[in-house]
């Protein structure tokens, strides 16, 4: 059966695809005035495998989340995006820098499931197939790599916009780094980050180190949550300057959970602040969007089963 697609527009070294190579051998010197649209691959991969209803190849090749993957962000989003630059970010196999630091981190997780894993490889297919560039940087996760080629990016002169439905990427926005919510299509600047969390940008690092995150194991200081940990930032400031003035707190149960929590919340914060030198396995002007071949893009969505009206729009 072939689904149809609607166009809704709103080795241990670093790997990218064939496409960025092909981009870094024919760049033009410099990547000038432009916009640097960088998708949170991983993330939107969960996304999709978790909403889209299973779909089988004749083979039994599952490729329900391939199916979101081009339906709802490669045609809609990438597509349209009207970049310069462009990239499909994933996360890498394996342990990243931020295991050293905390052994515990996402241990929590269950392992992948196998229909997922075995989507990945054509996940990064179809990004060829339309054009896109896909990187992956083993060591970093992937929003590292987007936090270090967004300050490439802004130091050339681009603007940036993160597609992501992840908080923990609210710590790039600035003036010119905002975030594409994918799910509630809004754009999320610094006043959007300040009314979600109580801080703006340049705090959330702190605010995670106190309220911590459940869901990648990252401990936080116990018994404080991102309310609370707003309220104390906005009272003394950063995390350094609440666990330098503890006395100055009169004795209660928050006090003394943040007297326990010192060291948990210095972990938390090298957990969540991200990485922005990462080592990328391309430069930036190799991200330079291109056109997708149709030749390629017909191929490969024959290969998969899907038509998708539109797509010469």
Same mark, same amino acid.
């Given at each position: &059966?072939?689904?149809?697609?609607?166009?809704?527009?709103?080795?241990?070294?670093?790997?990218?695809?064939? %496409?960025?190579?092909?981009?870094?051998? %024919?760049?033009?010197?410099?990547?000038?005035?432009?916009?640097?649209?960088?998708?949170?691959?991983?993330?939107? +991969?969960?996304?999709?495998?978790?909403?889209?209803?299973?779909?089988?190849?004749?083979?039994?090749?599952?490729?329900?989340?391939?199916?979101?993957?081009?339906?709802?962000?490669?045609?809609?989003? @990438?597509?349209?995006?009207?970049?310069?630059?462009?990239?499909?970010?994933?996360?890498?196999?394996?342990?990243?820098?931020?295991?050293?630091?905390?052994?515990?981190?996402?241990?929590?997780?269950? /392992?992948?499931?196998?229909? !997922?894993?075995?989507?990945?490889?054509?996940?990064?297919?179809?990004? /060829?197939?339309?054009?896109?560039?896909?990187?992956?940087?083993?060591?970093?996760? =992937?929003?590292?790599?987007?936090?270090?080629?967004?300050?490439?990016?802004?130091?050339?002169? !681009?603007?940036?916009?993160?597609?992501?439905?992840?908080?923990?990427?609210?710590?790039?926005?600035?003036? $010119?780094?905002?975030?594409?919510?994918?799910?509630?299509?809004?754009?999320?600047?610094?006043? $959007?980050?300040?009314?979600?969390?109580?801080?703006?940008?340049?705090?959330?690092?702190?605010?995670?180190?106190?309220?911590?995150?459940?869901?990648?194991?990252?401990?936080?200081?116990?018994?404080?949550?991102?309310?609370?940990?707003?309220? +104390?930032?906005?009272?003394?400031?950063?995390?350094?300057?609440?666990? =330098?003035?503890?006395?100055?707190?009169?004795?209660?149960?928050?006090?003394?959970?943040?007297?326990?929590?010192? $060291?948990?919340?210095?972990?938390?914060?090298? !957990?969540?602040?991200? /990485?922005?030198?990462?080592?990328?396995?391309?430069?930036? /002007?190799? !991200?330079?969007?291109?056109?997708?071949?149709?030749?390629?893009?017909?191929?490969?969505?024959?290969? @998969?089963? &899907?038509?998708?009206?539109? +797509?010469?729009?």
């Amino acid at each position: &059966m072939m689904t149809e697609a609607t166009t809704t527009m709103p080795d241990g070294a670093a790997v990218a695809s064939p %496409a960025a190579a092909r981009a870094a051998s %024919a760049a033009p010197q410099g990547p000038g005035k432009g916009r640097l649209v960088l998708v949170d691959g991983s993330g939107y +991969l969960w996304r999709a495998f978790s909403v889209v209803p299973p779909r089988h190849l004749a083979d039994g090749t599952p490729v329900n989340a391939v199916t979101g993957f081009i339906q709802h962000l490669l045609v809609p989003i @990438v597509r349209r995006a009207r970049a310069s630059h462009i990239a499909v970010v994933f996360d890498p196999e394996g342990e990243t820098f931020r295991h050293a630091i905390y052994p515990a981190y996402k241990a929590n997780r269950s /392992e992948k499931p196998a229909d !997922l894993v075995a989507q990945q490889p054509l996940i990064r297919q179809a990004s /060829e197939a339309f054009g896109v560039s896909w990187v992956e940087a083993p060591g970093y996760e =992937a929003d590292d790599v987007i936090a270090t080629y967004a300050r490439q990016a802004v130091e050339a002169g !681009l603007k940036v916009t993160i597609v992501s439905s992840d908080k923990d990427l609210m710590q790039l926005v600035g003036p $010119e780094v905002s975030i594409y919510h994918p799910q509630t299509k809004r754009v999320i600047r610094a006043a $959007e980050v300040e009314a979600k969390l109580g801080v703006g940008p340049e705090k959330v690092v702190d605010l995670q180190a106190l309220a911590g995150d459940p869901t990648d194991g990252v401990p936080g200081v116990r018994g404080i949550g991102v309310k609370g940990a707003a309220k +104390l930032i906005r009272q003394f400031g950063d995390l350094d300057a609440i666990l =330098a003035n503890l006395e100055t707190l009169p004795p209660s149960a928050l006090r003394a959970r943040l007297q326990d929590g010192v $060291e948990a919340a210095r972990i938390s914060r090298d !957990l969540v602040r991200l /990485e922005a030198d990462a080592v990328v396995p391309v430069e930036l /002007e190799s !991200l330079r969007a291109r056109p997708a071949a149709p030749g390629a893009v017909a191929a490969f969505l024959n290969r @998969v089963e &899907m038509q998708v009206r539109g +797509l010469s729009d």
